[in-house]
Nanobody, 120 residues
Framework: QVQLVESGGGLVQAGGSLRLSCAASGNIFSINTMGWYRQAPGKQRELVASITGSGTTNYVNSVKGRFTISRDSAKNTVSLQMNSLKPEDTAVYYC??????????????WGQGTQVTVSS
């Protein structure tokens, strides 16, 4: 199947920056969309940013201009550069990868989550 390993979360002051990374491995033939979701306490999980295989990106309005998603298709990795962080960005961030396996089945895989805490 697919394994996702996330890294880069932590504690940062408001206005600071963090970079999240996610590496996908396993029985992958090709990767379609890669993305980052987040879930704050008491709130639903929301899409933060996504990037397609052709490089088309999508961001939730609240992070536009502050966050940048990128991918390295050769390495099956996706990153999220987060600048000008705000306390409301505090959440557990999850990597999500939609891919086609070598068995010709599709897979929608999730990372284990990484905590991002922004102090005011």
């Amino acid at each position: 199947q697919v394994q996702l390993v996330e890294s880069g979360g932590g504690l940062v002051q408001a206005g600071g920056s963090l970079r999240l990374s996610c590496a996908a491995s396993g029985n992958i033939f090709s990767i379609n969309t890669m993305g980052w979701y987040r879930q704050a306490p008491g709130k639903q999980r929301e899409l933060v940013a996504s990037i397609t295989g052709s490089g088309t990106t999508n961001y939730v309005n609240s992070v536009k201009g502050r966050f940048t998603i990128s991918r390295d298709s050769a390495k099956n990795t996706v990153s999220l550069q987060m600048n000008s962080l705000k306390p409301e960005d505090t959440a557990v961030y999850y990597c999500n990868v939609n891919c086609l396996l070598r068995s010709w089945r599709t897979s929608d895989a999730w990372g284990q989550g990484t905590q991002v805490t922004v102090s005011s």
